[in-house]
C-alpha cells in the first residue's frame, strides 16, 4: 500500500503531504527532511527510486515539484509511478495546464482530488474522467452552499442575531 | 478574548489573502503565522459556521505546509462538519483527516455525526465520511460503524461502494471481527462487473493476503478467474501478487496459475505488468524452467534498456533469482559488473549486491580484487557498502569460500588501510575469529597485525581504531610466531599510542605484557639450554635437515615452542614444526633476532617501564590497573635478573604466567550455555514470585539469609564441579529431557558421537578446563576436524589445501523463536478463516458442516443465493445485535487466541475444479 503521498518543490518546500499510515507529527517533519535531502539531489538521469527505511520511495519530477510516494518493499515501482503521472494528469486537466501556483492556492482541492484517486493507500479510480466528474460535482455542491451562505439575507440575519 | 465582532466575520482574511501574505513576506515568515494564528485562534470561536470554517481551512493549510500544531482546534473541526453545508463540512472532514489521530480526545465525538453522514443521501457526503474513516478510524470507531459500512458494500452507486470496499480495510485492520460481518459480501464483490469494484475489492485483498495468506488460499478460483479473464493491468498486477503470496503455500495452485501469468507475459506490452510478473515468477516460481526461462529474457530486455527504472528493475529481478538460479545473473555478467560505474547509486547498490552473490570458492580472489579497485575509485559511502558485502560474503558459514586464508587475511590488513575505510568492527571480528579458527593462518596474521601496529599513521584514524585493537590482541595472542617480538613491543608502546580510546589501550597494554611473558620464558628456556647439554643433543634430533646453520639460540626458541604446544596439542607441534622450518630457509638470521640477550631483555623492561610509568596515573581505572600490573611485575622481574643471573623465583613466576597466557582461546558457541546440563537441586523454573514477598520487607537480614540459603550454595558447589559430576548428573531437569528429546528427533544434524571422542583430544574447545580431554559430549561444539596436511605450506594458490576452520554447531540447536506477528492480525486472519472455512457461528444458527459450505462456496455459485440472502438477514439482524455483541466481544477475542492452533490445523482445501 502506499504510506504516504509528498509534494515538494525543488527549493524543498512542501506543498501537500498525505499520510495513510500513523506518523507522529514529529516523525512527519523527519520523513520529510530526509526525504527531500535523498530526492532533490538526485541527478536527472537516475532512476525514479530509492531504498528508504525497508521502504521504496517511488518519485517523479513535474516542472518544479517532486511527487513522492512511499510504499511496501514488494509492491510495484511502475504502477506507482503510473498513479503519479495519473494524478498529475488530472491535475493537469481539472486546473488546466498546472503549477505550482494552483497547488498553492488550492491546496484543499489537490488534496480532495487525491481523494478521489485514492483511499486507504490504494488506488481506487482509475479513470480520469470520472475523477474529473466527481470533482466537479463537488464543485458545484459547495458553490451553492457558499452562495446560500453569502447571501445578504444570512448575513442580515447574522448581525442581527 | 471577546467573541468576535461582526467586524471580524466581515472582514476576515480568507485563505487567498494568507497564501499572498505569506508569499509577500521575505524574512518575517514566523511573525506573519503566529499573527494569523492569533487571529485564527479568535475567529473560530465564532458562532458563525462560515466564518468558523474559513479559519479552519486557514489553520489546515498553515498545518499542512507549515506544520503548525492544530490539534487545539479538533472539537472545531468536529462542528464544522456537523453543519448542514457542504462546504463547512468539506473543510472539516479535511481537517479532521489531516490532524485526528488515535490519541485525539474528542475523536469518540464524530462517531454519530459520521453514522449521520454514511447514511446521508447525498452520495458525497457519504464519500466525504468514508474518506474520513479511511484515514482517522480507530478500534472503537470501526466497531460502531461497521454495521453502516456493511449496508454500504451493496450500495447501487459503484462511486460509493468501491470506497466502502476501501474502507473495509482499515475497519478489519483495527477490528477483526467485522471480518464476520463484511466478509462474505466483500467476496461477492470479487465477482462484481465493474471494473472500478473488482480493482477495489482485489486492492483489498492484496493487501489482506500480504499479511497472512494462508487464509485466503479458498478464494484462489475467484483469483484465478479474474487473473484469466481480466485485461486491466490494475487489477492484474494486483491478483499477480496475491498469487505470488499463495503460490508457494499450495504447489497445485502453482502448476495452474503459472502458465496464464506466462501467457501474460508474452502479450503484454506495458512495462508494469511485465515486471509484476517477471516479479512473480522469480519470486515464487522458481522452480518451473519454461517460466523461469521466460523471464530472465525479458529481464535481459529491462538491463539493455536505457530507462534507468527498467535498469534498475532488471538488476532487482536478477538479485531476487540468484539464490535459486545462479546461471541468470552469470548470464548477465557484463551488463552487471557495468553497473557497478553506473551513475545511479541505487543501479551501484543493485549491482553490488549482484556481484557478490556470484562470488564463489573458485573466482572469491580476482572478485574481490576488482571490488577492491573499485572501492578505491568510490565515494565513501559505497566504498564501505563494498567493503561491507565483501567482509559479509566471505564470513558466510564460517569463510566457506575462503580458502586461502593467508591471502584473505591480507586482504582484510589492505581494506583496512583504504582511506574511507569505516568497517573496523567487523574486520576487527574476522581478525580475530579467524585466529582463533583457523591455525594455519596465525603466521600470516601475526604479520598483517604488526605491519597494522607498527604504521604510526594509522592511530590518528578513529575508525581503524577497532581494528588496531584486533591486530594488538593477534600480535600478543600468537607471538610465538612473530619474528621481532621486540619490534610489536615497541610499536605496542610507541607515543602516538596516546591517540587510541582507553578501552584499546587496555588491549596494548596487555599484548604488550603477553610478548613481555615470551620474550622472558624464551630467554629462561635459552639460558637453561646452553646450560644443559641435554639441551644441545635435543637440538640435534629435532632441527635434523631442516636448519643446519641454526645456532643453540635457535635450539632455545624450539623446545620453548614445542613445550607449549604440548601442553594441548601434542599433534600439532610437528606443524608448528614445518611452519618454522619454512621460515627458517628463508631468512634463518631473521630467527636469530628471536635470541634474547641479557642486555636486551633489561632493555625491553626499561622500554616497558618507560612508556608505562605515565600511564599509572590515567584516569582510566582499567587502564591505571593494567599498567600497574605490568609495571608491578616488571619490577620484581627487574630486580631477580640483575647481573644475568635469574633467581629460581623469578623463573617460576614467568613459567606459571607464560603457561597462562599460552592457554588456548577458542571461538565458543552461542548455545554454549545450553550445553552446560543444569545440576541437581538447582531450580531454575521455580517461580521468583517468593521474592516479592521477601524483598517486600526491606530488611537487611532477611534478603542476607535468603542468599545464604540452601539453593544457591547447593547450585555453587554443583557448578563448580560441573566437568567431573557431568557422567552422573541425570536430566532431571526438564530443559535437559526436552534437549535429549530433542536430539532423538534430529539425530542426523548431530554428529556421531563416536567421531566426537577421538576430536575431542585434538582441539579442546574454548573456556573448557584440561581436565576435558575426557570424552563429553562438550566435544559436540566442534565439527570434524580434517586430517590435517603435513605438506608444507606454499604460496601458490591452487597447490594449497584449505586449511582446518573449526566451526561450531550453529544452526543445530540454534533455538529459532518465530516472530510472533502482530495479535491484531492473529484475529484478523482467525476470523477470515472462521468464515472461509464457515466454521458455526453461534449467531448464525447455521450448522452446515466446514466441508459442505466450503464447497458451496467455491463450487456451486446457485446455491449461493440462499446464503446470499441468509447473510443479508445477518446484516439486519447484525446492527441490533452489534451492541450485545460487543459487550462479549473482549471476552471471544481471549478465547479465540487462546486456541489458534486448532484453527491453524485446518488446512483449507481448494476445490478440486480447480486443481
Redesign the interface.
Known sequence: ?IHFVLLISRQG?????KW?S?Y??KE??KVIRELSGVILTR?P???????WRGYKVVYKRYASLYFCMCI?Q?D????V??IIHHYVEILDRYFGSVCELDL??N??KA??IL?ELL??G??????KK?VAR?IA??DS??E???E???SISN?IA??T? | MASPSLMDTLFQRTLDDIIKGLRHQQAGESAFISKVVEEIRREIKSTDLHTKSIALQKLTYLNSIYFIDMSWAAFHAIECISSPNFSHKKVGYLAISMSFNESTSVILLITNQLRKDLKSNNEFEVSLALDCLSRIGTADLCRDLTPEVFTLLSSSKVFVRKKAIGVVLRVFGKYPDAVRVCFKRLVECLDGTDPQIVSAVVGVFCELASKDPRSYLPLAPEFYRILVDSRNNWVLIKVLKIFAKLAPLEPRLAKRVVEPICEHMRRTGAKSLMFECIRTVVTSFTDYESAVKLSVAKIRDFLVDDDPNLKYLGLHALSIIAPNHLWAVLENKEVVIKSLSDDDPNVKLESLRLVVAMVSESNVVEICRVLVNYSLKSDPEFCNEILGSILSKCCQNVYEIIVDFDWYVSLLGEMSRIPHCQKGEEIENQLIDIGMRVKDVRPELVRVGRDLLIDPALLGNSFLHRILSAAAWVCGEYVEFSRKPVELVEALLQPRTSLLPPSIRTVYIQSAFKILIFCLHSYLLQRENIADDMASEMLGLKSQGECSGSSALVAGKAPARQEQDEGFNPRDSNKSYEDLSIINEGDVSALLEKGFTHESIVNLLNLIELALGPLSGSPDVEVQERSKNVLGFVDLIKQEISNGFVSERASKIIDMVHDAFTEELGPVSVNAQEKVPIPDGLMLKESLADLDAICGNVQLPSSISFSMGSPFGESVGASVSIPQSKEESEPSSESTSLLAEHRKRHGLYYLPSEKNETLANDYPPANDPKSSDNTNDDAQDLVKLADKSLLPKRRSNHAKPRPVVVKLDEGDVVPFIAKKSDTRDDLLSDAVRDILLGVEKPDLGNPSSRRSKHRSHGKEKSRKSPEKKNSDEIGDGEKEKQKSRHRHGRHKTKQRAEGPLNVAAQTPVIPDFLL
Open positions: 500500500m518546500k512542501v506543498r501537500l503531504t495513510y500513523p507522529s507529527q512527519r517533519n541527478g538521469k537516475l532512476c525514479n527510486f530509492v531504498e511496501d514488494d510495484n515501482e511502475l504502477e509511478l503510473e498553492i492556492f491546496f484543499h488534496y480532495y481523494d483511499i486507504a490504494e488506488l481506487q479510480e482509475s479513470s470520472t466527481l460535482a463537488q455542491l459547495v451553492t452552499a457558499k446560500q451562505a453569502s448575513i447574522q448581525a442575531k
